[in-house]
């Protein structure tokens, strides 16, 4: 195609090269995130791609408020992780300025899992406890962040990453945290249908597919599929059981099976019952492809066309590359389900839980009551954020955490860290390592062999979450769809319309005429490669794929499905986000759980007592990447410091 022609196709998918900042903020939203990645550096990347001196394919506008500029892992977030790990030794601790700070702990990472650490720890610890949450992004919450949009004069949000949360048990640990922090009413009430005609099904997190019984979802079947040069729609594919399907008889039979639910009427295999029973051990010493096999009698073939990766979804690969108990440890912390739906989700996802944690933390960080209105009607007061007994400092991405003599006798920690192109150092009792294994074991200087050995084994893959800003969804109503999942490339799997939360400036209806933020999850999934290297070459693709790819690729994408419907790219998309995580899942490998020939399971190496005044959280050492357990880990760790460091 002629470099002619490729402009007039960009102009045509509404991508001209000049955006403004007026149009911008009219909600015609362009916007690049970035990742950590190995091997490729930032400079590889940018010498590459041949974009001269800068990181103009890179930075970009992330949309409005708050979370603008940090949209995933951000340039500068994405330079200073590889200062990090291409460090050929830890930093030079004598040429950080001292601070002169001395604080009781010290929290190395500013997600759920950290801020549940800081808040933790002031409670044991009493009244007169200084803690320091040192966050590298610009602001704290890790992936449970936002991207808002303002869309025809309407507020619209989308989630970056993490997403649900579960109604959990009175009286139990999780519940009563939850109530501590300002979430007392953990069942949330959604929008109402407002349409015309008769109500839609509509579901209230991406991930619900609730017009499948309904008969108003939809299976796009790539052109690949029957060879054919266009892509085939099947509407209502379980009421019609996929009549049209582009695949053999076989592969509709399969089809037929799963998505009706057949597959789980067979007997024969009972779920673990709690962690580390003979079921958990047994499955853990398998890949969740050979247990899907076992347990459904479906061929390996159909899992890796039709279910993979989002079968692995929560752990980022496919079922080939993990541990069969990975699709069991987060059921086992049992929701609360007898007085409705455990299941629930904020507008921007679990961005509300991160506000409810820094507002009880530091009350001054907000204006209003630590409720879940006083945190999403109310700015965030970063001045405030480090002035107090707790403080967190964003920006700060640690280089250097080391104990102060002998780790087993040592009275005290130091931790280096960078902000502002600039080095700093303060002294604490203790620390908590929050911020996830990829960084931790590049961090601890003073790490042993056998930390480090365990945590060689723990291998996370990459996410992005595009959030596609749409002015209306009326194509999608023309079809009689609320959802939809595509096979055979593209970007993403599926796209749901979502009721929302009636939190902040939520409306109270839903209708095909408003604007609204679908999600696109882009897993990495590479069947037949081992866990690790899925992951490296997950990262390798993620980095090397500019913004404005991403962008055409979406727009192609809709094209191609949803022009016959009426949709037209230029007019109908608003912006697109893109939120890069290079390190979004722990992808836990059989043996992760509970350990393989003799050998300890490499999560509790770290898990079983710190390092001398160093303890370790993040979910990713439950393995199950679930907020819920972000704040157990927490728990945990501060336990262990309070009871055997610092009483």
Excluded at 258 to 287: M, N
């Amino acid at each position: 195609m002629s470099g002619a022609r490729d402009k007039s196709a960009e102009r045509a998918l509404g991508m001209e090269q000049s955006i403004t900042r007026r149009d911008f903020l009219g909600a015609t939203l362009l916007a690049s995130g970035r990742q950590l990645v190995e091997p490729l550096t930032p400079a590889h990347f940018l010498a590459m791609q041949g974009v001269p001196g800068g990181t103009k394919d890179w930075n970009g506008d992330g949309g409005v408020g708050e979370y603008a500029t940090s949209n995933g892992n951000t340039w500068e977030v994405l330079s200073a992780g590889h200062r990090l790990r291409d460090a050929q030794s830890p930093v030079d601790a004598g040429s950080a300025h001292d601070t002169g700070e001395v604080y009781d702990c010290v929290v190395v990472g500013g997600g759920i899992s950290g801020l549940a650490a800081a808040l933790l720890f002031l409670r044991q610890a009493g009244e007169k406890a200084r803690v320091l949450v040192l966050e590298n992004h610009p602001i704290f919450g890790g992936e449970a962040k936002q991207n808002d949009f303002v869309v025809d004069g309407q507020h619209i949000v989308g989630h970056q990453g993490s997403a649900i949360y579960f109604v959990q048990y009175p009286h139990s640990f999780l519940a009563e945290f939850y109530d501590s922090i300002g979430l007392r009413a953990p069942r949330l009430t959604y929008q109402k249908w407002g349409g015309a005609g008769a109500p839609m099904a509509i579901g209230r997190t991406p991930y619900d597919a609730e017009g499948m019984s309904s008969g108003q979802y939809g299976f796009w079947f790539g052109s690949h599929f029957g060879g054919g040069s266009a892509g085939t729609w099947v509407i209502d594919p379980v009421g019609t059981k996929f009549a049209g399907a582009p695949v053999s008889e076989a592969q509709r039979a399969e089809l037929v099976r799963w998505y009706s639910g057949d597959t789980e009427k067979r007997e024969g295999f009972v779920p673990p019952r709690y962690e580390g029973d003979e079921v958990s051990c047994a499955l853990d010493a398998i890949t969740l492809e050979e247990h899907y096999m076992q347990r459904f009698g479906i061929t390996r073939e159909f899992i890796r066309t039709y279910l993979s990766p989002d079968l692995g979804g929560g752990s980022g690969l496919g079922a080939d590359a993990l541990s069969a108990y990975s699709e069991y440890a987060a059921d086992l912390l049992h929701p609360y389900e007898k007085e409705g739906e455990a299941v629930q989700m904020f507008p921007g996802g679990n961005t509300t839980i991160a506000r409810l944690l820094v507002k009880t933390l530091i009350p001054a960080a907000m204006d209003g009551e630590a409720t879940v209105e006083g945190v999403t009607q109310n700015s965030v007061k970063f001045a405030a954020l480090d002035v107090a007994r707790a403080r967190v400092r964003l920006g700060a991405t640690v280089l250097n955490v080391v104990h102060e003599g002998d780790p087993q006798k040592a009275e005290s920690v130091q931790i280096v860290y960078s902000r502002e192109g600039e080095l700093f150092r303060v002294r604490a009792r203790s620390a908590v390592m929050a911020g996830g294994s990829w960084t931790t074991k590049h961090a601890v200087s003073d790490l042993p062999a056998e930390h480090r050995n365990a945590y060689a084994q723990f291998f996370r893959s990459p996410c992005v979450m595009a959030n596609v800003a749409l002015r209306n969804w009326r194509f999608l109503a023309k079809m009689g769809v609320t959802g939809c999942r595509w096979f055979g490339g593209g970007v993403g799997t599926y796209l749901e319309v979502c009721r929302k939360a009636l939190v902040g400036d939520v409306l109270p209806e839903i209708n095909p005429e408003q604007p609204i933020v679908v999600a696109l999850k882009i897993l990495f999934s590479y069947p037949g490669l081992p866990t690790e290297a899925q992951g490296h070459r997950g990262r390798a693709e993620l980095m090397a794929t500019s913004f404005r790819e991403y962008e055409k690729r979406i727009r192609e994408q809709f094209t191609e499905m949803f022009a016959a419907a009426g949709f037209d790219a230029r007019r109908d998309i608003a912006g697109i986000v893109l939120n890069r995580w290079g390190h979004a899942y722990l992808s836990p490998q059989p043996g992760f759980f509970f350990g393989r020939v003799g050998k300890p399971a490499p999560r509790e190496v770290l898990r079983s007592a710190p390092f001398g005044r160093i303890a370790f959280a993040n979910t990713d050492l439950a393995g199950a990447m679930d907020h819920r357990y972000s704040i157990l880990e927490a728990r945990r760790a501060v336990e262990q410091l309070c009871e055997s460091v610092i009483a």
